[in-house]
């Protein structure tokens, strides 16, 4: 094979490596996720419009307040009640800053909780894609019903 032609093949094979949006924007939630002071799970969020990154949220504590990593979680029921989520916390983020997030797409690792569900349906998002199906029947119905898509993103391997 000519150099030419082997140059153009590797460029063609990195191209083909080159991920969809949805990939792309599923792969920085986990990354956000990162950033979760919770111990008990750690979740993402990224609020898109237009492939535009709006705005960003992980789970941590209330401002201010000490996080789950070092005074232990608040547990309720069985679930860290000490927490605010990371759709929550994106669209409390969209807010502090004068963002509009009305029409946008939520990327998320984990599919909302309920709470966080209502949070979404009224900030205006009409799309909701998950990385992992979470608890939360009740979204996946309601949903349906108000007319916002619930998306897998589930990894099949
Ligand atoms: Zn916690
Ligand atoms: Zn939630």
Redesign the pocket.
């Known amino acids: 094979m000519s150099l030419k032609n082997t140059i153009i093949s590797i460029l063609r094979n990195n191209m083909d490596k080159r991920v969809d949006w949805d990939t792309y924007f599923m792969n920085i939630a986990r990354e956000v996720a990162t950033r979760s002071t919770c111990p008990r799970k750690s979740?993402g969020a990224v609020i898109v419009r237009d492939r535009r990154i709006l705005s960003t949220g992980y789970?941590g504590s209330i401002r201010n307040m000490p996080h789950c990593t070092d005074v232990g979680c608040d547990m309720v029921d069985g679930h860290c009640v000490a927490t605010v989520?990371?759709?929550?916390n994106a669209i409390i983020q969209a807010a502090r800053n004068g963002v509009c997030i009305d029409g946008g797409d939520i990327y998320v690792t984990a599919s909302?909780?309920?709470?966080?569900?209502k949070?979404i349906a009224n900030s205006g998002i009409k799309r909701i894609f998950y990385g992992e199906f979470y608890r939360d029947e009740k979204s996946l119905k309601v949903a349906k019903e108000c007319g916002i898509e619930l998306i897998s993103l589930e990894k099949k391997d």
């Not at 989520?85 to 929550?88: I, K, L, P, S, V």
């Not at 909302?112 to 569900?117: A, E, H, L, R």
């Open positions: 979740v789970n989520h990371a759709e929550a909302p909780c309920w709470n966080c569900f949070l």
